[in-house]
């Protein structure tokens, strides 16, 4: 009787350090699979950075430049209803790019709007500073605007990458359309 309770204790023992070890080694795993995740993400940021000939803003930075009054436009590429009127960043205008890289210019995947549609919107000062942003990291929206932005003539072209989603993780202000 007495070793049946002890096998029986021993048993428990093991099976709770097993159902221990394998939420443990799941957790590891999972770290790791972040970590993939995360290099591909900066990898594939760094990649539509170097082809769209433009820098990068982050979250702060931009807070920074408006608080301080720098001049600049600011471009929200989501979709207007889905989007932009419900959550933007304060001050930003709004224009529709598609998600996959933009190679050639469709209006139809610009909400009807061309190239020179854009280019009304940049203004006609090349050099003034200009942030475009979309939802998240690896939403390209922002890399279409960017780029369009760039082969369009402007210099001081920034994509913020963490767009709307990084601006209220830091617990900004948005603004919203009524």
């Known amino acids: 009787m007495r070793i049946g309770k ?13 159902g221990m070890a394998a939420p443990a080694g799941a957790f590891l795993d999972n770290k790791f699979e972040q970590e993939v995740e995360k290099e591909a993400a900066a990898v594939k940021l760094l990649r539509e950075v170097e082809r769209g000939g433009y820098d990068v803003v982050t979250t702060e930075e931009l807070k920074k430049w408006m608080d301080s009054g720098k001049e600049m436009l600011i471009v ?9 009127k419900k959550q ?51 939403c390209t929206r922002s890399h279409n605007g960017a780029a369009w932005a760039v082969k369009q003539g402007y210099e001081n072209v920034y994509r913020y990458p963490g767009g709307i989603f990084a601006w209220k993780g830091a617990d900004y202000p948005v603004a919203t359309v009524e």
């Open 76 to 84: 929200d590429t989501m979709p207007y209803e889905d989007s932009y």
């Open 88 to 138: 933007h960043v304060p001050g930003a205008v709004q224009f529709l790019f598609p998600i996959p890289d933009m190679k050639e210019w469709k209006v139809e995947e610009t909400a009807g709007k061309t190239r020179e549609d854009y280019a009304t919107l940049l203004g006609e000062d090349k050099d003034k500073t200009i942030v475009i942003y979309c939802g998240f990291v690896k």
């Open 6 to 18: 002890t096998l029986l204790k021993m048993s428990l023992v093991v099976c709770v350090l097993a």
